[in-house]
């Protein structure tokens, strides 16, 4: 089955503590993304990478990381977490220049 | 600055009724406009779908009116059902580029009541 998948998918964490949230995609795809999703703000694009070493930041990418060292892995790295970070975060994919963009099932983080 | 502004935020709209979310955007250059569905628990799933070149694409009850001169763009639920009851984020993006990004509206939470 064609899918995004996201771990984990519920994490409660402190402020400061490192943490990893992953993201694979099975798709073949080249182009992979992060958002975060926040009540009365929508989804707003967090970083996003064109292919395999290559990455770049979009909308709000203060706080966060990101790494694309093989196709189909795009891990989202927050290394001193804090409070406002707390959101609902979402892996994304699809081939260069295609219509759909495939989302994974979302990770909801809490950070205290 | 907001490329794409959706309204409503919220609407409830009884079963069988008719259900209108709205976008603008400012970019002209822009040549893709999706519409995204969410279920509470879920990701994003792309519903339908317009280029700039027609007016308006229709699949099922799900129908996209494109006012290009306006800078606007709708989503039309015909028939509204409690199982389209869902977070619609509308999008904008320039796929002529090759490796564009979406830019999403805020999103509007449906509520259809039986």
């Known amino acids: 089955e064609a899918q995004v998948t996201q771990n984990p998918r519920y994490l409660i964490t402190v402020t400061g503590k490192k943490l990893t949230v992953t993201c694979s995609q099975n798709?073949?795809?080249?182009?992979m993304s992060w958002y975060r999703q926040d009540p009365g703000l929508g989804l707003r694009q967090i970083y996003y990478?064109?292919?395999?070493?290559?990455?770049d930041k979009g909308d709000v990418p203060e706080g966060y990381k990101v790494s694309r060292k093989e196709k189909r892995n795009f891990p989202l790295i927050l290394e001193s977490p804090s409070p406002n970070q707390t959101s609902l975060y979402f892996c994304?994919?699809?081939?260069?220049?295609?219509?759909?963009?495939?989302f994974g099932p979302g990770t909801r983080l809490t950070v205290t | 600055q907001q490329q794409v502004k959706q309204s409503p935020q919220s609407l409830i709209v009884q079963k069988g009724g008719i259900s209108i979310i709205n976008c603008a955007y400012e970019?002209?250059?822009?040549?893709?406009f999706p519409w995204y569905q969410q279920f509470p628990g879920k990701g994003p799933a792309l519903l339908i779908a317009?280029?700039?070149?027609?007016s308006e694409k229709k699949e099922g009850r799900f129908t996209i009116s494109f006012n290009k001169s306006a800078k606007q763009f709708s989503l039309h639920i015909m028939d509204s059902q409690p199982g389209d009851s869902a977070t619609y984020f509308c999008?904008?993006?320039?796929?002529?580029?090759?490796?564009?990004?979406?830019?999403f509206g805020k999103g509007t939470m449906l509520l259809v009541s039986p």
């Open positions: 994304a994919s699809r081939t260069t220049g295609g219509n759909e963009q495939y």
């Open positions: 798709m073949n795809h080249e182009y």
């Open positions: 990478s064109m292919n395999v070493e290559v990455t």
């Open positions: 970019n002209t250059a822009f040549d893709y």
């Open positions: 317009i280029r700039p070149d027609v």
């Open positions: 999008a904008a993006s320039l796929m002529n580029s090759g490796y564009s990004t979406l830019t």
